[in-house]
T-cell receptor
Framework: AQSVSQHNHHVILSEAASLELGCNYSYGGTVNLFWYVQYPGQHLQLLLKYFSGDPLVKGIKGFEAEFIKSKFSFNLRKPSVQWSDTAEYFCAALNTGGFKTIFGAGTRLFVKA | SQTIHQWPATLVQPVGSPLSLECTVEGTSNPNLYWYRQAAGRGLQLLFYSVGIGQISSEVPQNLSASRPQDRQFILSSKKLLLSDSGFYLC??????????????FGPGTRLTVL
């Protein structure tokens, strides 16, 4: 069955620390991969996406993610987090041309000032 | 630009009462529409999606139903609410293009509490 797994449910970091959130997917066929973010009190919004081409994709606010096909992974990274990055992060996958997006359970990130 | 509206923002209903949550999208035509339920620590659970007027796909058999009476209107309903229906309900839309590949845009959500 199709699934998306996020490794950490809660992460606490100090400002300027580096961030890596793990995401693994289980899908047949070609997939499109996404990271969404939900800041406190705001709508869920897209952070970055991968469809094809360069496996290292860059998103808003200095975030990037690397697609490693052999590991079925799409980990999110940021070299230096800020207090304003405190949010919940969701990894998601979608079969190319499909409609049904599967979301991971989410990772709550808290950044200490 | 496109916008998505959901109402009400919060709702408290007794067990056994009916439910109607509404979602409307502006600024786009023939969108794909989705209803999700978000539970803490469990991510987003897809409940229904629709690729056109009157076309509804159900992902999880349960106490809820969905309808799409107009192109940009999506309604989530129940005849009799259960305690387990409590949660945060999100509506989303997407349009398949070469650039977006059905990237989804989410509404503000409805917090439903069933007592």
């Amino acid at each position: 069955a199709q699934s998306v797994s996020q490794h950490n449910h809660h992460v606490i970091l100090s400002e300027a620390a580096s961030l890596e959130l793990g995401c693994n997917y289980s899908y047949g066929g070609t997939v499109n991969l996404f990271w969404y973010v939900q800041y406190p009190g705001q709508h869920l919004q897209l952070l970055l996406k991968y469809f094809s081409g360069d496996p290292l994709v860059k998103g808003i606010k200095g975030f990037e993610a690397e697609f490693i096909k052999s590991k079925f992974s799409f980990n999110l990274r940021k070299p230096s987090v800020q207090w304003s990055d405190t949010a919940e992060y969701f990894c998601a996958a979608l079969n190319t041309g499909g409609f049904k997006t599967i979301f991971g359970a989410g990772t709550r990130l808290f950044v200490k000032a | 630009s496109q916008t998505i509206h959901q109402w009400p923002a919060t709702l408290v209903q007794p067990v056994g009462s009916p439910l109607s949550l509404e979602c409307t999208v502006e600024g786009t035509s023939n969108p794909n529409l989705y209803w999700y339920r978000q539970a803490a620590g469990r991510g987003l659970q897809l409940l229904f999606y629709s690729v056109g007027i009157g076309q509804i796909s159900s992902e999880v058999p349960q106490n809820l139903s969905a309808s799409r009476p107009q192109d940009r209107q999506f309604i989530l309903s129940s005849k009799k609410l259960l305690l387990s229906d409590s949660g945060f309900y999100l509506c989303a839309w997407s349009v398949y293009t070469r650039d977006t590949y059905n990237e989804q845009f989410f509404g503000p959500g409805t917090r439903l509490t069933v007592l």
